[in-house]
C-alpha cells in the first residue's frame, strides 16, 4: 500500500512538470506545448511547427516545459535582433525547425476587430 502511494505521489508531482509520456496522443503534447508557451512568453507557436520540433528532439529529454521555453527563447532572442535592427526574413529556430506562429495579443485583436 506504501508503494502505490509513493508511485501517486510521484506521478501527481511529475505531471505537474509538464512531462511528455508515451500515453498522450500527439495533438495533446502540441496542445501542452502551445498553452506552456502561450503562458511563459504569450506567444502561440503553429501545431505544424510544435509537431516538426517534437519530432527532432531527442524523446528521453522532452518536455513541455523545455520545448516551451526553447520556443520562447527562440522568439525572444528573434524578436530582439528586431529591435536592434539586425532583423533578417530568416525565422527563429527551434532543432532546425521554424517557429512559426502569433502573438497572443494579435490573436485577441483579431478576434475583437470580428
Same mark, same amino acid.
Given at each position: 500500500?506504501?508503494?502505490?502511494?509513493?508511485?501517486?505521489?510521484?506521478?501527481?508531482?511529475?505531471?505537474?512538470?509538464?512531462?511528455?509520456?508515451?500515453?498522450?496522443?500527439?495533438?495533446?503534447?502540441?496542445?501542452?506545448?502551445?498553452?506552456?508557451?502561450?503562458?511563459?512568453?504569450?506567444?502561440?507557436?503553429?501545431?505544424?511547427?510544435?509537431?516538426?520540433?517534437?519530432?527532432?528532439?531527442?524523446?528521453?529529454?522532452?518536455?513541455?516545459?523545455?520545448?516551451?521555453?526553447?520556443?520562447?527563447?527562440?522568439?525572444?532572442?528573434?524578436?530582439?535582433?528586431? =529591435?536592434?535592427?539586425? $532583423? =533578417?526574413?530568416?525565422?527563429?529556430?527551434?532543432?532546425?525547425?521554424?517557429?512559426?506562429?502569433? $502573438?497572443?495579443?494579435?490573436?485577441?485583436?483579431?478576434?475583437?476587430?470580428?
Amino acid at each position: 500500500m506504501r508503494k502505490l502511494l509513493a508511485v501517486l505521489a510521484l506521478s501527481i508531482v511529475l505531471g505537474g512538470c509538464g512531462v511528455i509520456t508515451p500515453e498522450m496522443t500527439l495533438s495533446e503534447k502540441v496542445k501542452a506545448i502551445q498553452d506552456k508557451a502561450v503562458q511563459l512568453c504569450a506567444y502561440l507557436p503553429q501545431a505544424t511547427a510544435v509537431t516538426a520540433m517534437l519530432s527532432a528532439a531527442n524523446p528521453a529529454v522532452t518536455s513541455v516545459g523545455a520545448v516551451a521555453n526553447a520556443i520562447c527563447t527562440a522568439i525572444t532572442n528573434w524578436s530582439s535582433k528586431r =529591435t536592434e535592427g539586425t $532583423f =533578417t526574413t530568416e525565422c527563429p529556430r527551434v532543432n532546425g525547425v521554424c517557429v512559426e506562429g502569433t $502573438f497572443v495579443d494579435t490573436i485577441k485583436e483579431k478576434t475583437k476587430e470580428k
